[in-house]
């Protein structure tokens, strides 16, 4: 199916020509005519699918031939957890509306807020912004939403993990109650549905894939390795294979840092990006990714959503994620748009109740594989779906799992414990 056949006009047809965007992805093919027929969407893909094509397409030809917004106001408001994803989102819109007189601009925190408010004083076709921003510049009385026509919430679900239900509630009652609505999430769950319910009209919901599961075009792997071996097992990976572009996730903000150190003391160009670097500081951080003078960004969960950068090759979990479904959003950083990409997890033994909850959440177990010269040394355990096997994970042909022949490692394989506690 070509982008014709969805009902786009030739400005848009046009600019993903010259973009060589030719085959539209499944979550376009469904939500792009719906919403150019006008209907509210409820919709779920994985992150990587075309999701900001899937709405931003659509808005900018229905706003295109509208009337002009009036001073302070906007037609077309993006809702978006993060600033990364404000900022990259509103690049996008841009790029798409390039031959079309849509006015686009963002709006998020960590910086001034006077040129932003000065952005709007003209009005805007379309506004990217956060929850927390937006409501800062309405109590300025910077904008008006009397024009408003459609709204989008991108990411909603990682909107509720980080506590803006109250703030989107709060937008929702500014908002007048004629609009096509538009929820866009990586997952259903019944908070979300509560949400689309109270948001939405009769809306269609759009799913094209199963709930937290990975795309096939990201190989993973997992590597176990002892604790305190991590960062050199790390850099020996990166200089093995001569990555020029890697995105490595850590748990913790001081633990990115720690590494960046670390990174730079072995001559590997890094920088990190978390809650408690300024805005400037993360956005030269990630144009020094994108542009490839940063060799490697270490990143917290702040960014598993924002980050979008072409045919970006490999992602490391330094630590596996608290939360399993994070593991998704991070790994979905590769493997875009078509690409092949390639996930690796540093596995010790203190993360036995993490790999067991990511493995349960995407339903299938993860190969193991040892770095050469990296054998832990350490007795370690992995708690799986189907028991669990300690051992010190040296290759045993013998041993192999029912799916696939993945290599499990020499060890005693126990029953399943029915007593272990849910990982919080």
Sequence with gaps: MSFRLLGLCDALLNTLAEKSYTTPSPI?????????????????????TGKTAAFALPVAQLLSGGTNPLAKNVRGLIIVPTRELASQ?????????????????????GVRIEPQISMLKDGLDILVATPGRLIDLYHQQAINFEQLEILVLDEADRMLELGFIDDIRSIQNLLPNQRQTLMFSATFSKSIKALAKSMLNNPLVIEVTTANSTVDSVKQLIHPVDK?????????????????????????????????????????SADSIHANRTQHARTLALDGFSNGNIQVLVATDIASRGIDVNQLPCVINFDLPYVAEDYVHRIGRTGRADNTGLALSLFSEDESKQLQTIERVI???????????????????????????YGNFEPDPKLKSKRKGEFLGRGKRLAKSSSSKRNR
């Design 363 to 389: 339903g299938c177990k993860l190969p193991r594989e040892i770095i050469s010269g990296f054998t832990p040394n350490k007795k370690a355990s992995v708690k799986t779906s189907d028991g669990e096997l």
């Design 89 to 109: 989102v509103a690049k996008s819109v841009e790029n798409y509306c390039c031959n079309m007189a849509i006015r686009c601009g963002a709006v998020f925190g």
């Design 28 to 48: 376009q093919i469904e939500a792009i005519p719906a919403v150019l027929d006008g209907r509210d969407v409820m919709a779920m893909a994985q992150t990587g």
């Design 228 to 268: 305190a071996r991590k960062s050199e097992a790390l850099i020996y990976l990166i200089k093995k294979n001569k990555w020029h572009q890697l995105l490595v996730f850590c748990r913790t903000k001081r633990g990115a840092d720690d590494l960046v150190s670390q990174l730079k003391n072995a001559g590997i």
